[in-house]
């Protein structure tokens, strides 16, 4: 499944909004239609975030023709800017631009069809390391799921979130691939319904079985339905292990929490985010009312009414089982395991 493809001076990103009615690609031919894409979710989950914007980066470098008026440094600059204010919780966002712009101070004097080719070169490397980091991931997380597991999972942390493979839905893929009987249950994830649009088209795409469910029937699946564990996937943790997810994520870990219930985060470390010490720091984006009033384009409750709409949620790490990175699985305390498995890792 290709999430995002670099074709000739263009990006294609798999069109999220479509889904799982038709498959289609968004075209885009200039940094700002790729900025657009991610801020409208045609591409979505903080991993391909960062892919996509380290993409838009590289697409400004194609874009920018040679003007008296503005300096490719300028250019660049304001193309990472604009890229970096459309979704502000994902921290993956601002990994991927650092990255970027790190290569691009490190180029030296070159043409600029030189520095178009080393700043695509540098998106395809952080598209690729991805992938692998997925995959590393994933087999330290299937290690915690039983030989039969009942899982709840939550909005959509499979490739279509990422580059490819997944985070928590990688972790259950590669369960499932080791010969572990498992069944997913799938929160449908209101307002835009990530769940139930593309977590159960990927696993239904898979062969792994899964039900879908209401948002307002977790507690009664948690009480009446075996699960042994809760796995999710995250837009930004802090260091000391609290993390931001998507909306209704503190909720199901308080309810899974009651009925004793682990619960897991699957990250990579470029979501790690070090330099906020407690989640109260993490930036809450705050969406369109119409996501709410709406379904489908079409209203569902009373016109113009006021709406709260956040689009994430901050989860205490008292909350959580384990952290599952591509460096291992990070147990409490986190403030000082964090510290301690990842001191020197890179991380811009």
Partial sequence: ???LRWEGQRLLVLDQTKLPHQVAYFTCSH???????????KVRGAPAIGVAAAYGY????????????????????????????????????????????????????????????????????????????????ALYGASLVPQEANIITYCNSGALATAGWGTALGVIKTAREQGKRVKVYVPETRPVLQG?????????????????ITDNMLGYVLLNQGIDLVLVGADRIVANGDFANKIGTYGLAVL??????????????????????????IPI???????????????ISVQDCPVLNPAFDVTPQRL?????????IVKPPFAESLKKNFEGVDNP
């Fill in 58 to 137: 590289a697409l400004a470098a194609f874009n920018y023709r040679d003007d008296p008026g503005i300096t490719l440094q300028r250019f660049l600059k304001q193309a990472g800017d604009e890229l970096l204010g459309t979704r502000p919780t994902a921290v993956n966002l601002r990994w991927a631009l650092q990255r970027m712009e790190s290569v691009y101070r490190g180029i030296g004097q070159k043409s600029l069809e030189e520095i178009q080719g080393v700043l695509l070169e540098a998106a395809l490397q952080i598209h690729q390391d991805e992938r692998k980091v997925e995959k590393k991931m």
């Fill in 285 to 299: 984006e705050m969406r369109d009312p119409r996501e709410v009033r709406e379904m489908g384009g079409q209203s």
């Fill in 31 to 41: 940094y700002r239609e790729a900025a657009e894409a991610i801020r409208s979710l």
């Fill in 320 to 328: 959580v089982t384990a952290i599952i990175t591509e460096k291992g």
């Fill in 256 to 281: 899974a929490g009651y009925h004793g219930c682990p619960f897991y985060v699957a990250a990579p470390w470029s979501t790690i985010d070090h330099g906020l010490q407690e989640g109260k720091e």
């Fill in 196 to 212: 139930a649009r593309l977590t159960a088209w990927e696993l239904q795409q898979a062969g792994i079985p899964f039900t879908l």
């Fill in 1 to 3: 499944m290709e999430v």
